[in-house]
């Protein structure tokens, strides 16, 4: 028997109807779209939906209400504004969890449903915060749900290899040193219910007893029939062929004794990337609210709301220029199509071949493996190698670089996606800065299964080596995580990664220009020759994602690069 626990995700997009689309719902569920009964929980950023509520809002919180008397359904928020927490600095991500029950300017969770902290399920959680920190089980939660997209279940990851790792095999399990309990909850929409997708998801649970699934209202694809429930019972017709299903309340206490202990970062690979698009006006917005040592409820409030209005459907549009890309004028001093150039910063040499990054040296010694950056995307099942379509040298405002401009033809239509790479030494400081802007074309709907603008290697070793990646966020303890000889991805949130392996110590920074920004880096563990490398993918994921979080938008990140003990190191 397997035991289904349903809920239905709203009001993180800007729709307005979209409240009406989730009353359709619940009506058709109530007045006979399901032949069975179906206990739900409810999945809403607080403010969004209760703050300026209309009489459509109202009716379904009165059917809300009355179906939670009835003990049928429970309410879990994603927070007050929906922010990816890995995004938070502590402080902010404690009042975005307790002002979904109480806040100073409208009737919340405790007001309205008399309910007080207890589940949550984010955008993103931040399970390092729990590890390092127990923020979440300090302020009363005991369970935090992990939003894993249908369609990362049924697409191969890392490739042509699979993860020996299965989400969904442990419903309900614990991190290391917090005795909160973590539920993987699968997010489905309508489209990605297919035969091959229900096939991996049932691969995925194994022989779990109960599964978590989350029926995505906000996905802008299915708005034009979102009150049919077509989608969803033709999901649980593809379950009950293969398993006998009951539908049950959300609830955290499952019946197993001793729920095991995850990794952490390897529960995240699995999760919604929560990826958000911030021009520099905004984030120096952020920046300077953040430099207040005393914030106002009101000054909090507006930060989290404009980190919360940068999602993914916020695309950068074409006209808009990153403001470091353009920044000066770029006084050109040598054009090199292929071979190598060298940079000559103030304590360390990089290299390059055919404008790709492929080593740092530091006094005749190399920091990195030698292995020469590269950019690919994978649509379908072809990948496809950016190529260098021109290099130059340049000097700009105390800055000594390379531009390098990568390209390919993706997809059915040959679409071009391109890379403009900035890297260069800047002044007198040691560490080398790479700048980004990620150009990508319109993109049919579907699936990216691997896309990386920018992977570099940054070290290898042995079986016998012992790798640790020492990620800093702001505000925070450090996280320390152990890579294994196996491959294989990793994904952390952060500002700082430092990687160490025997002597060999290599510092990665995130937005360096900013103080508080993190952000999402996935490490890859490839074997070759004998010896073990580490990749980290700049911008990309190793996971599927969705062509929506792509099509059409200009990315601009930046990072820079060296050892420990460097000047601007830290």
């Known amino acids: 028997m397997l035991h289904l626990h349903v809920g239905l995700r709203f009001g993180h997009s800007p729709d307005k109807e979209i409240c009406a689309r989730a009353e359709g719902f619940l009506g058709e569920i109530e007045q006979g779209g399901s032949n069975r009964p ?43 504004f929906g922010v990816p927490h890995p995004l938070l600095l502590p402080e902010e ?57 249908l369609y990362s279940l049924s697409s191969r990851p890392f490739g042509s290899r699979r993860t020996a790792f299965k989400p969904l095999s442990i419903p309900v399990c614990t991190i290391p040193d917090s005795e909160i309990r973590i539920l993987p909850v699968v997010v489905a929409r309508a489209r990605d219910v297919s035969t091959e997708a229900i096939r991996e998801l049932l691969s995925s649970c194994g022989k779990a007893d109960s599964l978590h699934i989350l029926f995505d209202l906000d996905d802008p694809a299915g708005a034009d029939n979102i009150s049919d429930t077509a989608g969803m019972e033709k999901l649980f017709a593809m379950i009950s062929r293969q398993r006998a299903i009951e539908f049950l309340p959300f609830s955290g206490n499952n019946q ?24 520099h006006s905004v984030w120096a917005q952020i920046e300077s609210l953040r430099r207040k040592k005393r914030k106002s409820n009101l000054q909090t409030q507006q930060l989290l709301k404009t980190l919360a209005a940068a999602g993914p459907e916020a695309a950068i ?14 006084q050109i001093t040598n054009i090199s199509m292929a071979g190598s150039v060298t940079l000559i910063g103030a304590e360390v040499q990089a290299t390059f071949a055919d404008g790709r990054l492929s080593n740092l040296i530091d006094r005749g010694v190399r920091i990195l493996p030698g292995e020469a950056a590269r950019s690919y995307f994978t649509l379908a099942t072809k990948k496809e190698f950016l190529q260098t379509d021109s290099a130059f040298s340049f000097e700009r ?34 560490n080398l800065t790479l700048e980004m802007t990620v150009n990508y074309p319109p993109l049919d709907d579907g699936i990216v299964p691997e896309s990386a603008p920018l992977e570099l290697c940054l070290c290898s070793f042995s079986d016998d080596d012992n790798l640790h990646i020492e990620t800093e966020i702001p505000g925070r303890c450090v996280y320390l995580e152990t890579v294994a000889a196996r491959a294989g991805p990793v994904r952390l949130y952060g500002k700082r990664f430092t990687i160490t392996n025997g002597s060999g110590v290599v510092v990665l920074e995130a937005a360096p220009q900013y103080g508080t920004r993190t952000e999402q880096i996935e490490f890859r563990v490839e074997k070759k020759r004998g010896r073990y490398l580490l990749w980290a993918n700049l911008g990309g994921s190793y996971l599927p994602r969705s062509t929506m979080l792509l099509s059409g938008r200009r990315q601009f990140l930046s990072y820079s690069l060296g050892r420990a003990g460097m000047r601007n190191s830290g």
């Open 38 to 80: 179906i206990p739900l929980y409810w999945n809403f950023p607080v403010a969004p939906v209760l703050q300026t509520r209309s009489r459509t809002t109202e009716r379904l919180l009165a059917s809300i209400r009355r179906r939670l008397e009835r003990g049928q359904d429970r309410v879990v928020p994603s927070g007050f």
């Open 93 to 149: 991500q404690k009042r975005d969890l307790l002002w979904c029950y109480r806040n100073p300017w409208f009737p919340a969770l405790k007001n309205l449903f008399g309910l007080s902290p207890d589940s949550v399920l984010p955008v993103l959680p931040d399970l390092l915060s729990e590890t390092t920190d127990a923020l979440y089980s300090r302020l009363g939660f005991n369970t935090i749900g992990v939003p894993i997209p």
């Open 256 to 279: 197993l004794a001793a729920p095991a202990a995850v990794n952490p970062s390897e529960l995240l690979m699995f999760a919604e990337a929560g990826e958000r698009t911030y021009d």
């Open 317 to 330: 549009s074409k006209s808009e220029s990153p403001k470091q890309s353009t920044k000066g004028v770029l």
């Open 397 to 430: 405002e105390g800055q000594v670089g390379l531009r390098s401009i990568l390209s390919a033809r993706i997809g059915r239509e040959r679409r071009i996606i391109q890379v403009i790479l900035d890297t260069y030494f800047a002044n007198d400081q040691s």
